[in-house]
T-cell receptor
């Protein structure tokens, strides 16, 4: 069974440019998460989806960040415009409806220069 | 409020030595607790989890952890480490009620195993 798939793995962009990350969760998992992990820190939740509905986006900086999960399967996280402080690893994760374990993808490593 | 504290940011050990990575949690409700490992340039991999039942939990790669409710701890242990165990380890917690909807992570402990 395929795990959580993310792309791109690595991205280097100049500040003020846009960037987008894509995530395909484990098949059948209705809950999808986007976490951000700054260097030397633990991951912090940005947004949680239950199917196509964003049920917790309180930590998402809505002035520049947006996310969507239109059909309740894959998801895209966008940053526009990017700032130097956005350099981090963006982790996607998913969980089954009846499950207690959250499974993570390999992450998308963003460097803003 | 719920929080997870990892007491050591870095732990250096020699190969074949035992290791303990410490984790304390703070929660007013029952919690699920997890340990994840992150190898360089990779995502998070689940090592083990405590949901209920036996307080001693065994995971992959020879790791185990013990849930101690009175001390609000969930320390990770391995009796003999290998070079390949060098990685960053994250303790995480979630409210038990309603399922692990949201994980709260500690800041991580970097384990370095030296020859």
């Amino acid at each position: 069974e395929a795990g959580v798939v993310q792309s791109p793995r690595y991205k280097i962009i100049e500040k003020k440019q846009p960037v987008a990350f894509w995530c395909n969760p484990i098949s059948g998992h209705n809950t999808l998460y986007w976490y951000r992990q700054n260097l030397g820190q633990g991951p912090e939740l940005l947004i949680r989806y239950e199917n196509e509905e964003a049920v917790d986006d309180s930590q998402l900086p809505k002035d520049r960040f947006s996310a969507e999960r239109l059909k309740g399967v894959d998801s895209t996280l966008k940053i526009q415009p990017a700032e130097l402080g956005d350099s981090a690893v963006y982790l996607c994760a998913s969980r089954a409806r009846s499950g207690n374990t959250i499974y993570f993808g390999e992450g998308s490593w963003l460097t803003v220069v | 409020a719920q929080s997870v504290t990892q007491l050591d940011s870095q732990v250096p050990v020699f190969e074949e030595a035992p290791v303990e990575l410490r984790c304390n949690y703070s929660s007013s409700v029952s919690v699920y607790l997890f340990w994840y490992v992150q190898y360089p340039n990779q995502g998070l991999q689940l090592l083990l989890k405590y949901l209920s039942g036996s307080t001693l939990v065994k995971g992959i790669n020879g790791f185990e952890a013990e849930f101690n409710k009175s001390q609000t701890s969930f320390h990770l242990r391995k009796p003999s480490v290998h070079i390949s165990d060098t990685a960053e380890y994250f303790c995480a917690g979630a409210r038990a009620q309603g399922g692990s909807e949201k994980l709260v992570f500690g800041k991580g402990t970097k384990l370095t195993v030296n020859p």
